[in-house]
């Protein structure tokens, strides 16, 4: 599948993978300079790209494992979503979770990118849903 990209700034860099194997694509910061952000902070990140993803598909954006691990970054809504019909610019909204101030460079590799499928659902109330093994167990269950 190709994915039609439009470059908003010169600098910018497409996404790109890694190697063979990768799942997602490599987003970078399309910066004129450095930027810092505090603990705590959040900051929106310019990719200078906006994208073209076919009807039927989403774009999800993702913490870069190595990124989120030893630095403490990694998107502040943990998975972005880009829908089909949107044409602005991609912005990754990094969080700082750790306790030291870190830099994210211009043209660096600030996320992962995919492109996946979904299927469009209908919501209908209804008053009654059929039983499962699991019934209502989960979050906040007590597991009885």
Known sequence: MKIPVKKLRENARLPKRASAGAAGADLYACLDEEIEL???QTTLIPTGLSLEIPEGFVGLVFARSSVASKRGLAPANKVGVIDSDYRGEVMVALFNHGSTAQTVLPDERIAQFVVVPFLSAEYE???TL??????SGGFGSTGQ
Do not use: S
């Open 38 to 40: 505090l603990p705590g």
């Open 130 to 135: 059929t039983d499962t093994a699991r019934g």
């Open 125 to 127: 109330e209804t008053q």
